[in-house]
C-alpha cells in the first residue's frame, strides 16, 4: 500500500494479515482479500464502505485476529482490487458472495459487518443461496437502503430539491481530492466525522479516502445515488443489529431507525450521541464489542450445539 492509504503506527495502522489472497469475482474482477487471526478460530467478515479499504478496518482487525478469524476485503475499485468492469449493486453481492466461498468451509457461519456501502453490499445479497449458507449474523454500521442523497445533511440547506441537486454534485464530483492538507482534514471531518473525533482518527480515515481513485470515487456515487435496496432489508432474515451515529451527514439516523424498523429480525439499534458516519473508527470499541457479542450469540453457541 502506498503510505497514503493508511497511517503508519499507532491504532489505525492496519496489522499485517496472517494470509493474503486474490478471489475472483463473477465476472472476473479480482479482490484483494486479508485473513487476520488464527485459522481455526470463529470467523468474521468485513466489508468496507464507499472510498475506504481494508485499512479502515484497522481498529477491528487488531483487536479482533486475537481469538477471531477475521476476513476482510478491499471493494472492487477500492485498496488493492483493480476496478472490475461493473459498478451495480449486483456485482457487489457477487463479489461478497466470491470472498464467503473462497474463505469459508461449506457451511460454516461467520458474522459479516458492513460499514456504508459494506451494509449495502450485504444488502444486495442478502437473498443470495451462498449468503444464507454463511451468515449467522450481521452488523449494519452507518448506512442505508435508499434515498441517500435526499437524506444526507453535508450541505447546509433545508431538505428539498435544492439540496439533493447540491448534494448529488459534491458526492459525484470528479474533482481530484489532491494531498491530505489541514484543510482536507476539515472538510473530510465535517462531512464525515463527528465534531469530537480526534486527530488521529481524522487523519487515518483521511487518509484512506484520499487514496480512492477519483474514477472509482465517481462512478460508485452515481450507484449510491440511484441506490434502492429496501426489498434487501426484507430479505435480510439473519438476526442483525444496526449501528449509527447521531452527528452522521451522510447517511443520518432516519436510515437507521428504517432499517430497524423493517429488518425480519434485529436486534436493536444503537444510536451514538455525537458520532459520525465513521463508526468504525470514531467507535472503534463499541463496534468491535458489538461483533463480538454476534459471535459468541450465533457462532460460538451454534458450533457448541452441533457438537452437543
Given amino acids: 500500500m502506498s503510505r497514503l492509504t493508511h497511517v503508519a503506527t499507532g491504532p489505525y495502522a492496519p496489522p499485517a494479515p496472517a494470509r493474503e489472497l486474490t478471489v475472483v469475482s463473477a465476472d472476473g474482477a479480482r479482490l484483494h482479500v486479508e485473513v487476520h487471526g488464527p485459522q481455526d478460530a470463529p470467523p468474521v467478515v468485513l466489508a468496507h464502505g464507499w472510498t475506504c479499504s481494508t485499512a479502515f478496518w484497522a481498529a477491528q482487525l487488531r483487536d479482533l485476529a486475537a481469538d477471531h478469524r477475521v476476513i476482510a476485503y478491499d471493494q472492487r475499485g477500492h485498496g488493492r482490487s483493480p476496478a472490475g468492469s461493473a459498478c451495480t449493486t449486483e456485482a457487489l453481492a457477487d463479489d461478497l458472495e466470491a470472498v464467503l466461498a473462497e474463505t469459508l468451509a461449506p457451511g460454516e457461519k461467520a458474522v459479516i459487518a458492513g460499514h456504508s456501502m459494506g451494509g449495502m453490499t450485504v444488502m444486495a445479497a442478502s437473498a443470495r443461496p451462498r449468503f444464507r449458507d454463511h451468515a449467522a449474523a450481521v452488523l449494519l454500521c452507518s448506512t442505508g437502503s435508499s434515498n441517500l442523497v435526499a437524506e444526507a445533511r453535508v450541505v447546509p440547506l433545508s431538505a428539498g430539491g435544492v439540496r439533493t441537486w447540491f448534494t448529488a454534485r459534491i458526492l459525484g464530483s470528479r474533482a481530484p481530492l489532491g494531498p491530505v492538507t489541514p484543510v482536507a482534514r476539515r472538510i473530510l471531518k465535517y462531512a464525515t466525522m463527528g465534531a469530537g473525533s480526534a486527530p488521529h482518527m481524522v487523519e487515518a480515515c483521511a487518509r484512506i479516502v484520499h487514496s480512492c481513485p477519483r474514477a472509482v470515487r465517481h462512478a460508485w456515487s452515481q450507484v449510491l445515488e440511484r441506490l434502492d435496496l429496501d426489498h434487501g432489508v426484507r430479505e ?16 443520518p439516523p432516519v436510515h437507521a431507525r428504517a432499517l430497524a424498523a423493517a429488518l425480519p429480525d434485529c436486534l436493536g439499534l444503537t444510536e451514538l450521541p455525537g458520532v459520525g458516519h465513521m463508526t468504525p473508527v470514531e467507535a472503534p470499541e463499541l463496534v468491535t464489542g458489538k461483533i463480538r457479542e454476534l459471535v459468541t450469540a450465533y457462532v460460538q453457541v451454534a458450533k457448541a450445539e452441533e457438537g452437543a
Fill in 236 to 251: 435480510l432474515r439473519v438476526p442483525t443489529a444496526v449501528v449509527a451515529g447521531t452527528a452522521d451527514r451522510l447517511t
